[in-house]
């Protein structure tokens, strides 16, 4: 007889209190895993776009997955923050939230500070979470990706561990800057999954599959501790899912030490 996985708990907040991102509002959940116990800090992932992210019957089910893992032994007691981009508070509650972009395509510290002083410790109210930046991780894809990206690079003394697919590593706010950046600048303490595929977008802004090879490459001419899955894969989150255990074994593979 299979053994159960015990199942964390997940509650839905709303933040509408911005100071760096004024007059928006915005979704989050926060999973709290049942082998939590107050009395040890517990690691932390954050997941944009992270309301579909933790849907159980969503392609990424990154809460399963999380009580999978955790259950085995896989990765630490985490906290899961999966949080939504910002709308406008005169948007409509089913218009697609209009600051996404500014917020993860968006080159510089300003998401990060959001998370580091408003989200985080809006959570830490409530939950004892680690302060070691080797047991904090944050995921995404697309735009989201590369915000992932982006708070690792900006606040590597606050997170170390980035999951990221099919990241948006082209010119829509200056991402296709990152791989000359990452050559040229001192190696930051930063592990990193990529995922990507051949079959991504091509327009305007820029090719993904290129974009995501010369990512890559950058890591590699750098010596950073990372790992480039590349397939078939769409735009999209269907082979995230897919990998998803996978890709977080990668990223917590050491944690015990």
Known sequence: MLQQVPQ???TQHTWNESE???ETEREYLVYVPAQYSASKPAALMVFQDGL??????????ATTVM????ANGEMPVTLGIFINPGR???QGLKEKPRNRSVEYDSLGDTYARFLLEEIIPKVEKSYSISDDPKMRGIAGGSSGGICAWTVCWE????????LIWVGTFVDI??????????????????RAYLLAGENDLDNKYGNWPLANKQMAAALNYSDYDYHFHYGKCFHGSKAAGAKLPEMM?????????
Do not use: C, T
């Open 249 to 257: 074994r990668w990223l917590w593979r050491d944690w015990k030490k």
């Open 52 to 61: 579909r992210h933790a849907d159980p019957n969503g392609n990424l089910r």
């Open 155 to 162: 606040k590597p003394q606050s997170f170390r561990k980035a």
């Open 67 to 70: 009580d999978n893992l955790i």
């Open 20 to 22: 760096i991102y004024p």
């Open 173 to 190: 706010r200056g991402g296709h800057n990152y791989p000359p950046m990452v050559r040229k600048m001192e190696k930051k303490p930063i």
């Open 88 to 90: 406008f508070k005169d």
């Open 8 to 10: 964390g708990r997940v």
